[in-house]
């Protein structure tokens, strides 16, 4: 009877943590820096009072959701109805908003598509696309990063001099935008970034030589099949000395999308590779860089 009754406490404890893994985040509003834009943002906040360290997540041209929901995943200003929600992000969104969360550090997911009635974002190569100019990496993007930041520096529970920004594919390219834009004159205050596979071409990021506002470590795979990793490096290496430092981390065979939790990703042994090495890096940054507790 005894056994059994611990062995209940053991199910029911268990129950709870795989509960608590996988809790839909807050879902939250505030203004873009573009004028007349609301935006929505999905909040993974760690345990505790804070303050926190923060980061600025930043999707990829697909959009923040799952490619299983069906339906436009329009939210126009934030508040029209839709089939996409905070219960509806994709995996690997959830999973880094919950690594950020575990690790002490409030994160910020932010959906720049879905309230411009784009939520599902754009097909592979299309940055001639006039529909993508409302959202663009360069011009718009980054308006959206610097509209986060404003919000998560009001926010009593965070700390307002340890915000970083890290963006996957789209979202990475809107990173060294920003990075760009800040030492330009622009929004400046994230302390560092981490950018996985950007699209480096010039119609992605039009400025030829980043001198940057923040440090920034940037992770390219190297049979990456959507950009060019080698494009992407080699204007990564020719940064402005003068500007704060880029790293450039290369992981050898590794795909786009290298750090996304599904089974066809992970089935590559290269990626499994580089997943583990950037959270490896990530928790690292986490405690280095952001001082989490």
Do not use: K
Request: net charge positive.
């Amino acid at each position: 009877m005894a056994a059994a009754a611990i062995g209940g406490a053991l199910l029911a404890a268990l129950a709870l943590v795989a509960g608590s893994a996988g809790a839909a985040p807050e879902t939250v509003r505030f203004p873009s820096a573009q004028s007349g834009t609301t935006l929505v943002g999905y909040l993974y906040r760690p345990a505790g009072d804070g303050p926190f360290p923060a980061a600025v997540l930043l999707h990829g041209r697909a959009g923040p959701y799952s490619s299983n929901v069906s339906g436009a995943c329009t939210l126009v200003d934030g508040v029209s109805p839709s089939p996409c929600g905070a219960q509806s992000l994709s995996r690997r969104h959830q999973a880094w908003g919950e690594f950020w969360a575990r690790r002490g550090v409030l994160a910020l997911l932010v959906d720049s598509f879905g309230p411009r009635g784009l939520g599902h974002g754009f097909a592979r190569g299309t940055h001639g696309s006039a529909q993508r100019v409302p959202v663009h990496e360069a011009t718009v993007r980054p308006l959206d990063a610097e509209g986060a930041l404003a919000w998560l520096r009001a926010r009593a529970d965070v700390r307002a001099e340890r915000i970083a920004l890290q963006g996957w594919s789209n979202g990475a390219s809107t990173v060294i935008n920003l990075l760009q834009r800040s030492r330009s004159g622009g929004g400046a205050g994230f302390v560092a970034a981490l950018a996985l596979y950007p699209g480096c071409g010039a119609a992605a990021v039009p400025v030829r030589s980043l001198r940057a506002s923040a440090p920034a470590t940037v992770f390219l795979g190297g049979a990456d099949e959507e950009v060019s990793p080698a494009a992407c490096r080699a204007f990564l290496e020719r940064a402005d000395p003068s500007g704060a430092p880029v790293e450039v981390v290369w992981y050898d065979d590794a795909t786009h999308d290298f750090d996304d939790p599904g089974p066809a990703r992970q089935a590559v042994a290269a990626n499994r590779r580089a997943r583990d090495d950037v959270e490896r890096r990530a928790e690292a940054f986490a405690r280095e860089v952001l001082g989490a507790r």
